[in-house]
């Protein structure tokens, strides 16, 4: 039976694709002719990947960094016509869903080379592969003195074509960049043994060497973090990462307006008391959304353009916020922002990383499934 009455939910993400066109464009400039493999794995960093996968093969990108083949697989039911490079190592009880998908997978074992190959005899087909190796990551990846044999391997099967050759750095992202360039240097050997193999492209360079290691950009390259407009760290040299711009905002509104008494106990434990005559609005987000109960007390939202102090214990689905500045002045259903942009005040996920002690990523990513992300564009 349809839904006669369709209703949306209070708390959602907002996804401004104008602002994701301008990262793209900024990118492109840094990279030059060459190309970008935007990463929509993890649901696009928490952004919804099909939304962002659209408005890309909008904007004329077709090659997308994924995790795994269900990510693929989700991607393709959904129509999205695209190359999904899976960037994580496998297991071969997947090879056949990912040559049937005609997805690109990494290999580093001979036993996914081996399976993809029979699955691709099964299959009738040929499958494109991307060699890893470990240049320093310490993940996953061959070790750089592996590469000519294990290219061998991979030429034995003619099922498999290495369309490319790639590596991932372990600290771009910091300013001492020696270690990086050490890793690029590793990859250029590994290069130099490759080049009788008919590697194809060779890509190595994810967010944070597209800014400040412009020597890693060889053919292609895997920006992350900075298509969503958030930089990969504090520390980037170049100063065009300040001209990303966050392509998220997360919203919600306020659903009760309440009197406090000074020294009334709020929320799960009473951990946190009033200290005066106090006006208190709930809003419906807790960390049941993604909005983390270790920011009890220690976070603020925009409600009216204002910094209000989010107070008591972060539920699993509701929040309390200080309002009593703005007594008079709001009212049930007032939008309240939790990352983004009201008035003349900002507060952004590398605030809110701050305060938990990790990284925007993170912030970004444990953004719940429940809440919805809704596509708009400044430009309309």
């Known amino acids: 039976m349809p839904n006669s009455h369709p209703v949306a939910r209070l708390t959602r993400a907002v996804i401004h694709t104008d602002r994701l066109a301008h990262n793209m464009r900024l990118l492109q400039d840094i990279v030059g002719a060459r190309s970008l493999w935007p990463c929509i794995k993890a649901n696009a960093y928490g952004h919804a990947d099909e939304i962002i996968a659209r408005e890309l093969l909008r904007l004329g990108y077709d090659t997308f960094g994924v995790a795994d083949v269900c990510e693929a697989v989700a991607l393709i039911e959904e129509g999205i016509e695209a190359t999904f490079i899976v960037l994580s190592n496998t297991l071969p009880e997947h090879a056949e869903a990912l040559v049937a998908h005609g997805c690109e997978p990494i290999v ?28 320093g990551m310490g993940r996953i990846g061959i070790a750089p003195a592996e590469v000519g044999a294990f290219l061998d391997y991979c030429k034995s099967y003619p099922s498999i074509e290495i369309r490319g050759i790639m590596s991932h750095f372990a600290r771009a992202d910091e300013a ?62 170049n100063p065009r990462v300040r001209d990303l711009q966050p392509i998220l905002e997360w919203r919600t509104r306020i659903t009760f307006l309440k009197e406090a008494p000074r020294g009334k106990g709020l929320s799960y434990g009473h951990d946190f008391h ?11 987000i807790g960390y049941g959304d993604g909005f983390s109960r270790r920011l009890s007390n220690d976070v603020d939202v925009l409600i009216g353009g204002m910094r209000c102090r989010q107070v008591g214990r972060v539920t699993m689905d509701m929040s309390l916020v200080d309002v009593t500045p703005l007594r008079g002045r709001v009212s049930l259903g007032d939008e309240v922002v939790v990352i983004g942009r009201q008035g003349e005040e900002t ?23 429940r809440v919805p992300r809704v596509a708009i564009s400044d430009d309309d």
């Open 347 to 369: 507060i952004t996920a590398d605030e809110l990383a701050a305060k938990l002690g990790t990284i925007n990523y993170e912030i970004v990513t444990r953004i719940a499934e």
């Open 274 to 284: 009033t200290e005066r005559p106090s006006l208190i609005a709930t809003i419906p």
């Open 176 to 237: 001492d960049k020696r270690d990086a360039l050490g890793q690029l240097a590793r990859f250029e050997e590994v290069i130099e043994i490759a080049r009788s193999h008919e590697i194809g492209l060779r890509h190595m360079a994810n967010s944070a060497a597209i800014f400040d290691i412009p020597g890693s950009h060889f053919d292609a390259a895997r920006p992350g973090i900075s298509i969503y407009g958030l930089a990969p760290s504090a520390d980037i040299a």
């Open 108 to 135: 580093c074992t001979p036993d996914t080379v081996r399976a993809l190959a029979r699955a691709a005899d099964k299959l009738g087909r040929r499958v494109a592969v991307h060699v890893n190796v470990d240049t």
